[in-house]
């Protein structure tokens, strides 16, 4: 299959290389699985983005009839079938899947909260309030990757996808480097082929339309 993966045609430079389509290139990257690219408006949303993604937001999957939005069911979806994205043995699946749901319930949030808080509303009391919860949330993720190379069922997935995507926000606050065990695993991930390769035409796409 050829999936179609829909991003905005230009966002600022602060954004390029965090849009969350970059989750799903990735993805396709790992799993040697063809994907195109088509944009739509960010400054102008169109009802017919809205009838898509009634949120407004990118990325949208779209894979012959069938269109999803929200990064982590395209995840899902695109782990079945791929051994190398989501591990069919029903335990590692469910852990796999685990991982990936926290990532996006239990840090995921957090960390908006801070980045909403520093870099978008400049909130210094709503910063003072996001700050400590996501040192927290590490603190409490950073024993579960001390002694695994991965997030979940002893190889690469989609949690690793979404988990890396979460705690590169946290670096990009500055906010990594005290949880060194954390700081270590990003690094392996961010290292993988795929990655580069996603990341890669993430920029490119952004800088053609500057």
């Known amino acids: 299959m050829t999936v179609v993966i829909t991003t905005f045609d230009w966002v600022p430079d602060m954004a390029r290389g965090f849009v969350r ?9 790992e799993a040697g699985l063809p994907y195109q690219v088509e944009t739509t408006s960010v400054r102008e949303r169109t ?6 993604q009634p949120f407004g937001q990118v990325p949208i999957l779209r894979d012959g009839e069938l269109s999803l939005f929200e990064s982590g069911a ?3 979806y695109l782990g079945e079938g791929q051994d ?3 591990p069919r043995d029903p335990q590692a699946r469910a852990q796999t899947q685990q991982w990936l749901i926290a990532a996006l319930n239990s840090l995921e949030p957090v960390v ?3 980045a909403l808080a520093r870099v978008f509303d400049r909130n210094a009391v709503a910063e003072e309030l996001a700050l400590p919860r996501v040192h927290e949330r590490l603190r409490q993720l950073e024993p579960v990757l001390a002694d695994r190379d991965f997030i979940a069922a002893g190889q690469f997935t989609i949690a690793d996808i979404l988990m890396t995507d979460v705690l590169r926000n946290v670096d990009s606050l500055g906010e990594l480097a005290a949880h ?5 695993y990003l690094a392996r991930m961010i290292a993988r082929p ?5 990341h890669a035409a993430q ?5 053609e339309a500057a």
């Open 203 to 207: 920029l490119e796409h952004f800088a």
């Open 112 to 114: 908006m909260a801070l």
């Open 47 to 52: 009802p017919a983005h809205y009838a898509r």
């Open 21 to 29: 389509d970059l989750r799903i290139r990735w993805a396709c990257e």
């Open 180 to 184: 060194p065990v954390l700081a270590e």
């Open 84 to 86: 190398s994205l989501l």
């Open 194 to 198: 795929a990655f580069q390769r996603a």
């Open 74 to 76: 395209m995840l899902l």
